[in-house]
């Protein structure tokens, strides 16, 4: 039956492409019957990797992995194949090279005096531990919509740990307590190593080469329709249906309006909000111009959707203060080895098997690291590309006299200099840096109530779910590929009865040896 029933995915970003997966794959719907509206002209949503030797590489960002979480990825990509070797797949790829680049960082902090941090203590006081305990162990209805700073002392943003969990997931102390008591117990394996960083597994390439091509590959083959360039403007709803139902989906192509029409056994399903929504680049010598929702229109068609519903959230609370969930990230190509050679004997680690290096005191709260070459599937031999970003890109530099936001790629590249003692035209003579300013990249991690975030198919809906970061998964962790995954998953599931499990979370935080692990590693 189900190879009748059509479906239409708003979005073309992980969580769709992982819906459309799941549909065929456990569904038994066909490819053809499946039409994915993008309103860019590339698809993968937040998951991008684009450019070229010439013009350089540019990524918005990249994500943390880990074998012993991600339980929906993984069900996912052990089944998509390998784009370099079909007989293999995604996850088998991923797996083999990790064992090959083992991560284990040897300079995850930078002081102000160029000096690698020994953070083999977390730098804890007795009441740093008592208060991360309380909030840990605190049920979610009592953290309500508090933020990290109301359950924990000033103090604790000084210690070891603190800049190491923040700048690994990008958390800020007024961000959501509740996500951050999330990421303590889904991620508990990870807060004993977090100094390594030894449980982190890295793509082969960037996640829009490793991970986007393969899946839009894969449904390719299996006759998925794509319409790129397409915006879908409203929703049209079935006034004397029960539930809220969609008959009809308006959207501008090519700068005309159209009409789709959704049958009675249709399905449909939307990617509410987005993490890179107002996205801008600039280049060596030109700042990201700062743009808003009000230029993109990414969060109007929720706006439009959960107005007078509010069992399909309340966008407004993620979407409402820039610069509480800005941040900055940049893209250096090199056609040289200078960085590379004095960044590896800087920090002991070859490119790929350490992590973020952080510079602890800096204005910016910057961060770089370098990932096993190439990076990009086209990327030629003699290219070297890597990637940073700075938490407060609001703050004059300690090395360029301005903030992150008013700079150039070259005056970046100047600070990190500054930070690194090294000469900037021996360094970098060769150099593309590409910046870009994203305003809403950590908005999921806003003060929230449960009711903010819909179901991935709310109770009062006939035929529509949702699948993003902005729905609420119990007890997983926003601003992760498995978040986006887990919500299709879940949609999938619901909306064609699939009789499967979705693969349940590993509750680490359950595992006596983690616990104890956690413990040791606190009280260092």
């Not at 991560?103 to 208060?131: C, P, Q, W, Y």
């Not at 004397?240 to 049958?263: F, N, P, S, W, Y």
């Not at 198919?457 to 902005?470: D, I, R």
């Not at 978040?483 to 680490?508: F, G, K, N, T």
Request: net charge negative; proline share 5%.
């Amino acid at each position: 039956m189900t190879q009748y029933i059509r479906a239409y995915l708003v979005g073309g970003g992980i969580g769709s492409l992982a819906a459309a997966a799941f549909m065929i794959r456990d569904g038994g719907m066909q490819g053809e019957n499946i039409t994915i509206f993008e309103s860019l002209p590339q698809l993968g949503g937040s998951l991008d990797g684009a450019g070229n030797p010439q013009d350089g590489y540019s990524m918005r960002g990249g994500r943390m992995l880990t074998t012993d979480n991600y339980e929906c990825t993984w069900d996912l990509f052990k089944t998509i194949p390998s784009l370099s070797d079909p007989s293999k797949t995604v996850f088998d790829e991923i797996l083999a090279f990790n064992s090959r680049m083992k991560a284990h960082s040897k300079a995850r902090l930078v002081d102000r005096n160029r000096a690698i941090v020994d953070v083999s203590s977390m730098g804890f006081s007795m009441t740093d531990r008592i208060e991360l305990l309380k909030l840990t162990e605190a049920r979610e209805e009592k953290l309500g919509t508090s933020v990290i700073t109301d359950w924990l002392s000033p103090e604790f943003f000084t210690t070891n740990f603190w800049f190491m969990w923040q700048t690994t997931f990008a958390f800020q102390p007024w961000h959501s307590a509740v996500e951050f008591r999330r990421y303590l117990h889904r991620f508990m394996k990870e807060f004993s190593r977090i100094e390594t960083l030894a449980g982190v597994k890295r793509t082969v390439y960037n996640q829009y080469d490793s991970l986007v091509l393969p899946l839009v590959h894969w449904l390719r083959e299996k006759n998925v329709r794509f319409q790129t360039d397409t915006t879908v403007t409203d929703f049209e709803f079935d006034a004397d249906a029960a539930k809220l139902t969609v008959v009809g989906i308006m959207l501008k192509q090519a700068g005309e309006a159209k009409r789709v029409a959704v049958g009675e056994n249709d399905l449909v399903i939307f990617q509410n909000g987005s993490m890179t929504d107002a996205s801008s680049i600039g280049s060596m010598t030109r700042v990201p111009t700062p743009l808003t929702k009000a230029d993109s229109g990414g969060w109007s068609l929720w706006e439009k959707l959960a107005d007078g519903r509010p069992e399909f959230g309340d966008p407004s609370v993620f979407n409402s203060s820039i610069p509480e969930s800005c941040w900055a990230s940049f893209t250096v190509t090199l056609k040289d080895t200078a960085f590379f050679e004095q960044m590896e004997a800087f920090s002991g680690n070859k490119a790929g098997t350490g992590g973020l290096v952080t510079f602890r005191d800096s204005n910016w709260l910057m961060s770089v690291v370098l990932a096993y070459q190439p990076h990009f599937a086209n990327q030629p031999d003699d290219v070297q590309v890597f990637w940073g970003y700075a938490l407060h890109p609001d703050r004059i530099g300690d090395f360029v006299a301005k903030p992150m936001s008013a700079c150039s790629g070259e005056d970046i590249l100047r600070e990190l200099c500054g930070h690194l003692n090294f000469d900037f035209d021996k360094t970098f003579a060769a150099a593309n840096c590409i910046p870009c300013r994203m305003p809403y990249i950590t908005s999921m991690f806003m003060p929230r109530a449960l009711s903010d975030r819909p179901l991935p198919v709310p109770k009062t809906s006939g035929n529509l779910a949702l699948v993003s970061q902005f729905v609420e998964v119990p007890e997983d962790v926003v601003f992760t590929v498995e978040y986006s995954v887990r919500a299709a998953q879940m949609a999938v599931y619901e909306l064609l009865d699939i009789q499967r499990e979705v693969p349940p979370i590993r509750r680490h935080d359950k595992s006596i040896k983690v616990n104890i692990d956690a413990v040791i590693k606190a009280f260092k």
